[in-house]
T-cell receptor, first 116, second 109 residues
Framework: DGGITQSPKYLFRKEGQNVTLSCEQN?????MYWYRQDPGQGLRLIYY???????QKGDIAEGYSVSREKKESFPLTVTSAQKNPTAFYLC???????????????FGPGTRLTVL | KNEVEQSPQNLTAQEGEFITINCSYS?????LHWLQQHPGGGIVSLFM???GKKKHGRLIATINIQEKHSSLHITASHPRDSAVYIC???????????FGKGMKLTVNP
């Protein structure tokens, strides 16, 4: 089945450690996105990538890093520089990378990160 | 400032009721999305629309471009409709979505 997978669903880390969240899609989508969700707030964009080997900062990129070495994979690293890393992280993808035509975004199941 | 406002923030309904969820935005947009998030956290896209009205099963989404307002209607609501409903907009020329805070719907049997 086509879709987006994120692993693990729950992740616990000690303060000061870097942690990498996985996101894989087999939808052949060009664009991929990482969002953060906090209680009582809307989703906020961390990073996005419109094509392999290219990515742009979103609204809250500080303390995060990404890579896009393969079309199907867009891992997110939460570094020790991120002041409040505990949150729910959602990955998404869409089939259009240009600004002319906008398609819906498909979301993964999310990873809940807790930093102790 | 580009903003997306949803109302109400929480809604409790009885099974079978007709439900309306509202979304307002501050400037002109190119597209508006309605999303559904279940308690487990996964998000499903319900509708993407830029004008008029769309219907899928018991769900109807409308948008009024002049009023900068969209509504999501649920007919014959059911407990399985209990979820958080999120409105998101894309402003012209932007790849990015801006999300509302969501509205938590609880449908009691």
């Amino acid at each position: 089945d086509g879709g987006i997978t994120q692993s693990p669903k729950y992740l616990f880390r000690k303060e000061g450690q870097n942690v990498t969240l996985s996101c894989e899609q087999n939808l052949n989508h060009d664009a991929m996105y990482w969002y953060r969700q906090d209680p009582g707030q809307g989703l906020r964009l961390i990073y996005y990538s419109q094509i392999v080997n290219d990515f742009q900062k979103g609204d809250i990129a500080e303390g995060y890093s990404v890579s896009r070495e393969k079309k199907e994979s867009f891992p997110l690293t939460v570094t020790s520089a991120q002041k409040n890393p505990t949150a729910f992280y959602l990955c998404a993808s869409s089939s259009q990378r240009g600004v002319e035509t906008y398609n819906e975004q498909f979301f993964g199941p999310g990873t809940r990160l807790t930093v102790l | 400032k580009n903003e997306v406002e949803q109302s109400p923030q929480n809604l409790t309904a009885q099974e079978g009721e007709f439900i309306t969820i509202n979304c307002s935005y501050s400037v002109g947009i190119s597209a508006l999305h309605w999303l559904q998030q279940h308690p487990g956290g996964g998000i499903v896209s319900l509708f993407m629309l830029s004008s008029g009205k769309k219907k899928h099963g018991r769900l109807i989404a409308t948008i009024n471009i002049q009023e900068k307002h969209s509504s999501l209607h649920i007919t014959a609501s059911h407990p399985r409709d209990s979820a958080v409903y999120i409105c998101a907009v894309r402003w012209g020329g932007s790849e990015k979505l801006v999300f509302g805070k969501g509205m938590k719907l609880t449908v009691n049997p």
